[in-house]
């Protein structure tokens, strides 16, 4: 058997940057395995994962740094977002500017360099406050799995810190109707929600249908009510699926989320104008709706080749209005529809049985041109056009090849992919710009990962990757204040970031442990950032007004994150499980020879979970976050503060009463600490503070 696959070399040489005709004729040479025959059965996995190689895979067996989260867990931890739920998890943390505005940071990347995914769709959108993952409700949610590391071999674009995959409830063909809800309270923000998710199926006829609704009002921290963090959300998902026979199927789906009344009380800044005083961000209404129709070839074992194509159309409407806290009305407004076209089509080939090859193509379109307004000071008594551009598109199309190889005990996970990424636009700034705004770009990525099982509790593994992102519409095109007090010029012309991770881990499963643990160094060049600019480059590229805070988006040399996360459960008595994640990242601005911008703080979560009577078990977590003292000076401009450490205590208890049913009680933040994390939006001093102590209650079933 040749161990030395072309594609595995290739991949090889690509992110060791040796010349592509050493890879060619690498391929060539001779290499054999001895089989070393094992006969110990294999372990029972607990988790399996998609997103990290496109099928299902055990975690424990992929030489990728993954973490995912079931239907049970995200119902114990009772969060209201995708970033709540995850946050502790090694190597994730959270940003945000509101309650609803919580975005996952994944090893220090935040979400321009995370792709967000529901069902395998992206949420396209220029995000310039709030969450990506806002666009859908975690309440429908079956499982979220988390891919941490470059993942452009699969993901494209945007994929340097990783991916999240969202994966709602699909039509199923188990006859009869059948019936999950939910229903949940809380009493920090003395908030309500609820879910209903239906599916019903006869012959080759199935169909599902699930609605989500949230209604919170503004939480208490630790200090107090915290103003403008309620709103109203809602969710709509259908889907309805044929099947041709026992391997194919046709599916048609559509998804509709909405949030109504949204505040970003991380935005609020300090205005010249005595009348005005500070201006916040709010959004009164976000809304996200996707159609799709797909069809899928399932491989079997008559069948080697499995194929799944996907059409779709999805909208992501925002209105980003600016509040004038003096004049208590709106001073500047923003209307904008991203619209993107996509399709997707992938296949999986087992072309040998120690060889599973996977191939795809993606291609989609986004198309926004917003409607935005200002007022004009001082009297604000008009409202004029102030479109940051018109007309603006991005493209982007990309192929890949994945070879998943497994001789004996060694498994080698190797791919390859090329992706062409297009922006442009008819004018910027109001149409004062026409000339220098269309840009195209073309990359290569590539992984190589290799896991050595030397036993069930054993698997060592070792990964190289290297991802890339092109600027997105924002950086290219919208010009404007940022969250670290400046205002940022948009550029065009920036060129895209290539990150290059190098990773060292060990994994392992049994009945009664499950742990991971890597170390880990991401080098990322062209690191797109601003950088200040003074005197008539100011005012050129800014405007007088804005001319003493002005930054233009930029190309760094280099930036590098490194790190170390662990995560371990283990069963030390019958029914009673201790968990522990530990998350320690570091990051380095290698030009202005400082701390990386917004790096998170140390953390360490500790828990335990048992049985304690018949249908019940009760579960308490503690978890610590380390004073960050490691802050952009320069770069922020003073902005970015020390922020204290703070250790938080939650318990709960779970009463089974009947097969798919529970009632869960918990009480987070017992101490009713006040705080917030360091990745928290918001000028020094007035960050949003996290909820206090709130009293959690939640109810499913299935029937």
Request: net charge positive; proline share 5%.
């Amino acid at each position: 058997m040749n161990t030395r696959t072309p594609i595995a070399l290739a991949a090889l040489a690509l992110v060791a940057g040796l010349p592509a005709a050493f890879a060619q004729d690498a391929a060539t040479e001779e290499a054999a395995v001895v089989a070393a025959g094992d006969d110990e059965a294999a372990a029972t996995l607990s988790t399996v994962t998609v997103t990290a190689t496109g099928y299902e895979t055990p975690a424990v067996e992929t030489p990728v740094a993954t973490t995912e989260l079931g239907a049970e867990g995200i119902q114990q931890r009772q969060a209201a977002n995708v970033a709540e739920a995850l946050k502790g998890e090694p190597g994730l943390a959270a940003s945000g500017d509101s309650a609803q505005g919580q975005n996952i940071v994944i090893r220090g990347l935040q979400k321009e360099g995370v792709v967000m995914m529901v069902d395998g769709v992206r949420l396209n959108s220029a995000q310039p406050v709030g969450a990506v993952s806002s666009f859908m409700s975690l309440g429908l949610a079956e499982k979220v799995e988390v891919v941490k590391g470059p993942s452009s071999v699969l993901y494209g674009t945007g994929a340097l810190g990783g991916a999240i995959n969202v994966r709602l409830p699909q039509a199923r063909f188990t006859p009869g109707v059948h019936w999950r809800t939910g229903l949940g309270f809380d009493s920090a923000s003395k908030g309500v929600n609820g879910a209903l998710v239906m599916n019903a199926s006869q012959g080759d006829h199935a169909f599902m249908g699930g609605v989500a609704l949230r209604h919170a009002n503004d939480y208490r921290s630790g200090d107090g009510k915290v103003p403008r963090t309620g709103y109203d959300s809602r969710a709509f998902i259908g889907q309805y699926r044929y099947r041709i026979d026992a391997n194919q199927q046709i599916r048609l789906s559509a998804q509709q989320q909405r949030d109504d009344d949204v505040w970003h009380p991380g935005t609020t800044q300090p205005h010249p104008l005595p009348a005005v005083g500070s201006t916040t961000i709010r959004s009164p209404r976000t809304e996200r709706r996707l159609y799709e129709a797909g069809y899928n070839l399932a491989r079997s074992s008559t069948t080697p080749v499995g194929v799944d194509l996907r059409l779709y159309r999805q909208e992501m409407h925002r209105t980003i209005h600016g509040w004038a806290n003096g004049l208590r009305r709106d001073i500047n407004t923003n209307d904008v529809k991203f619209k993107t076209d996509g399709f997707d089509a992938k296949g999986e080939w087992l072309a040998h049985p120690q060889h599973l090859l996977s191939f795809g193509v993606n291609l989609w379109q986004m198309k926004a041109s917003p409607d935005a307004r200002q007022w004009a000071p001082p009297s604000f008594a008009q409202a004029a056009a102030s479109n940051p551009f018109k007309n603006g598109k991005m493209r982007a199309a990309g192929v890949y090849l994945q070879d998943d190889m497994q001789f004996d005990r060694l498994r080698v996970l190797a791919g390859v992919r090329y992706d062409r990424v297009r922006g442009s636009a008819d004018w910027l700034n109001n149409g004062s710009v026409t000339s220098g705004i269309n840009r195209s770009d073309s990359a290569v990525s590539g992984n190589l990962g290799l896991m050595y099982e030397v036993q069930p509790l054993v698997r060592p593994y070792v990964n190289i990757a290297r991802g890339f992102r092109a600027a997105d519409m924002r950086e290219r095109f919208q010009s404007g204040l940022r969250f670290d007090g400046s205002y940022y010029a948009a550029n065009p012309q920036v060129s895209p970031e290539k990150a290059t991770q190098f990773e060292l881990g060990l994994k392992g499963a049994d009945q009664n442990v499950e742990y991971a643990l890597s170390f880990f160094r991401n080098r990322i060049s062209n690191y797109i950032t601003g950088t200040p600019l003074v005197g008539q480059a100011a005012i050129a590229a800014c405007g007088a007004q804005q001319a003493g805070i002005c930054k233009q988006t930029v190309n760094l040399g280099s930036v590098t994150i490194k790190g170390f996360e662990a995560g371990a459960r283990w069963q030390f008595m019958p029914g009673h499980w201790l968990s522990a994640a530990y998350t320690r990242i570091r990051g380095r601005n290698n030009d202005l020879k400082e701390p990386l911008y917004q790096m998170p703080a140390d953390t360490l979560t500790v828990g335990w979970e048992g049985g304690v009577a018949a249908g019940w078990t009760m579960d308490a977590q503690v978890h610590a976050s380390a004073r960050q003292k490691r802050v952009a000076t320069a770069f922020s401009r003073g902005t970015e503060d020390v922020t204290g450490g703070y250790v938080l205590l939650d318990i709960g208890a779970t009463w089974r009463y009947c097969p798919g049913h529970a009632l869960r009680i918990a009480i987070k933040n017992i101490a009713d600490h006040s705080y917030h994390n360091h990745l928290a939006v918001g000028r020094p001093g007035y960050e949003v503070q996290a909820p206090g102590r709130s009293l959690a209650i939640s109810w499913n079933a299935e029937f």
